[in-house]
């Protein structure tokens, strides 16, 4: 079987390995080359070899969190589109998460249509190469709902 493009390329950063199963299973039977990574270092790691097309971050993890890898992978220049999950539902994160460069954020518990849904119009977003940065946003606001 040959490889996906790169465009199908997902990383998914949970701590809870029960999410993270059900995350990478949901995106893996839509279609997607699903990766994983169980903390922030061990995503910012793996983010290099992966190059992936889009990031599924949670944001309550052990020591590095999701707000810690979003500014080091800007920090970088390295930051790909960008769904932010959570179990918190609090204006001030969203803000924080957009403010460094995430594009969505779902809440948990989410619907896997909701998640499927988000992850392919982050990848519908991607700049084109040769275009905008990848840290750019589309005119208008982030599809970010409260």
Do not use: W
Not at 49 to 65: F, K, Y
Not at 68 to 96: F, H, W
């Amino acid at each position: 079987m040959e490889p996906r493009p790169i465009e199908h390329r997902i990383l998914a950063v949970d701590d809870d390995p029960a999410i993270l199963e059900l995350i990478v299973t949901r995106l893996s039977l839509a279609g997607f080359e699903t990766f994983y990574a169980r903390d922030g270092y061990e995503c910012l790691h793996r983010i290099q070899e992966i190059r992936p097309a889009a990031l599924v971050l949670d944001v309550n993890m052990p020591g590095i969190d999701g707000f810690g890898v979003l500014k080091a992978l800007r920090d970088t220049n390295c930051l790909p589109p960008t769904l932010m999950l959570t179990a918190r539902n609090r204006t001030e994160d969203v803000q924080q998460a957009v403010k460094l460069g995430a594009r969505d954020f779902l809440t948990k518990p989410f619907d896997d249509k909701q998640l499927i849904a988000r992850v392919r119009r982050l990848i519908a977003r991607r700049p084109t190469p040769g275009a905008a940065s990848q840290n750019s946003r589309p005119a208008g606001r982030p599809a970010v709902e409260i």
